[in-house]
């Protein structure tokens, strides 16, 4: 976890700089650190399929709906981590309702 949390602060911070103060040989810092990311995410998600049990195996879809977006970042990355949140809530919701808890406050 800390490294996957690691990488996108590295990546994110790398990113500022390469861009905002024209540091080129930065980006190479930018992809490391996206590459942590994506292969913790891919690592996570492989996890949650082999321990997983019914619906809950669902969950690694949007994990990786996040990876692509990542990947198509330029294209369609916004569209996608949009719909990837938005199943991120309704799964959720789905899965806190089917084992008995409340959505609503009391």
Same mark, same amino acid.
């Given at each position: !976890?800390? =490294?996957?949390?690691?990488?996108?602060?590295?990546?994110?911070?790398?990113?500022?700089?390469?861009?905002?103060?024209?540091?080129?040989? !930065? &980006? &190479?810092? &930018?992809?490391?650190?996206?590459?942590?990311?994506? &292969?913790?995410?891919? =690592?996570?998600?492989?996890?949650?399929?082999?321990?997983?049990?019914?619906?809950?195996?669902?969950?690694?879809?949007?994990?990786?709906?996040? @990876?692509?977006?990542?990947?198509?970042?330029?294209?369609?990355?916004? $569209?996608? !981590?949009?719909?990837?949140?938005?199943?991120?809530?309704?799964?959720?919701?789905?899965?806190? @309702?089917?084992?008995?808890?409340?959505?609503? $406050?009391?």
């Amino acid at each position: !976890m800390v =490294g996957r949390c690691a990488g996108v602060g590295a990546s994110n911070l790398v990113n500022i700089v390469e861009g905002g103060a024209g540091v080129d040989w !930065m &980006f &190479f810092v &930018f992809i490391a650190g996206s590459a942590v990311t994506v &292969f913790g995410l891919l =690592g996570l998600s492989l996890a949650i399929v082999e321990e997983g049990a019914g619906a809950t195996r669902l969950l690694a879809v949007i994990l990786l709906g996040i @990876v692509g977006a990542i990947a198509l970042l330029v294209v369609a990355g916004g $569209p996608l !981590m949009a719909a990837t949140w938005l199943a991120a809530a309704a799964a959720s919701l789905h899965l806190a @309702v089917g084992e008995g808890l409340s959505a609503q $406050p009391e």
